[in-house]
């Protein structure tokens, strides 16, 4: 199933990966409220750039301590739809086939969701949470968690290898005949 793609490219993706799993959890270990954000993801952006651009956001100004955690949320699954369209651009490029693009970066999606729940577990400093609360209903609100964040990245990463297949085949079509 993924034999043309080469162990360099695996380990760039796998990297890519990790890096943007991270950004979801340290999003959910804040200690504010701000995961719901995490959870709504795509949903919540175009309110909170309208909200933005009118100047009606609630927390607004630089200096406030929310500012930074929700612009931080804000652009979380944009920025992994970047970074998952430029992992299948470069997979398709090396391989030559649009489809592999789209295959490593569901792969990276998954990879995604796994390294963000040590993240926010550690951020938060859960471990102490597992002797004083029952241990099934904390595994299983951070499973619910985790697997919103698991939509939104599959999300993040379909329209990232969707965006790269579009600029993989544009430029096969803008390529001069040679006869």
């Given at each position: 199933?993924?034999?043309?793609?080469?162990?360099?490219?695996?380990?760039?993706?796998?990297?890519?990966?990790?890096?943007?799993?991270?950004?979801?959890?340290?999003?959910?270990?804040?200690?504010?409220?701000?995961?719901?954000?995490?959870?709504?993801?795509?949903?919540?952006?175009?309110?909170?750039?309208?909200?933005?651009?009118?100047?009606?956001?609630?927390?607004?100004?630089?200096?406030?301590?929310?500012?930074?955690?929700?612009?931080?949320?804000?652009?979380?699954?944009?920025?992994?739809?970047?970074?998952?369209?430029?992992?299948?651009?470069?997979?398709?490029?090396?391989?030559?086939?649009?489809?592999?693009?789209?295959?490593?970066?569901?792969?990276a999606a998954f990879v995604s969701a796994l390294v963000s729940i040590p993240m926010e577990v550690i951020l938060t400093n859960s471990f102490s949470n597992f002797a004083r609360s029952n241990f099934a209903s904390y595994l299983a609100g951070m499973l619910v968690a985790h697997g919103f964040i698991l939509v939104?990245?599959?999300?993040?990463?379909?329209?990232?290898?969707?965006?790269?297949?579009?600029?993989?085949?544009?430029?096969?079509?803008?390529?001069?005949?040679?006869?």
């Amino acid at each position: 199933m993924f034999q043309r793609i080469s162990k360099s490219i695996w380990l760039v993706i796998l990297l890519v990966a990790v890096v943007l799993g991270s950004l979801p959890g340290v999003a959910l270990g804040q200690g504010h409220n701000l995961f719901l954000g995490m959870i709504i993801g795509w949903f919540s952006i175009p309110l909170m750039l309208y909200q933005l651009i009118t100047g009606t956001l609630e927390i607004f100004s630089p200096t406030d301590a929310l500012f930074w955690p929700t612009l931080l949320i804000l652009l979380i699954y944009p920025i992994a739809m970047l970074g998952y369209g430029a992992c299948a651009y470069w997979t398709a490029q090396r391989t030559g086939i649009v489809r592999e693009g789209l295959k490593v970066v569901v792969v990276a999606a998954f990879v995604s969701a796994l390294v963000s729940i040590p993240m926010e577990v550690i951020l938060t400093n859960s471990f102490s949470n597992f002797a004083r609360s029952n241990f099934a209903s904390y595994l299983a609100g951070m499973l619910v968690a985790h697997g919103f964040i698991l939509v939104h990245l599959l999300i993040s990463a379909l329209l990232g290898g969707l965006i790269a297949a579009g600029l993989v085949r544009l430029g096969r079509l803008n390529r001069p005949v040679v006869s």
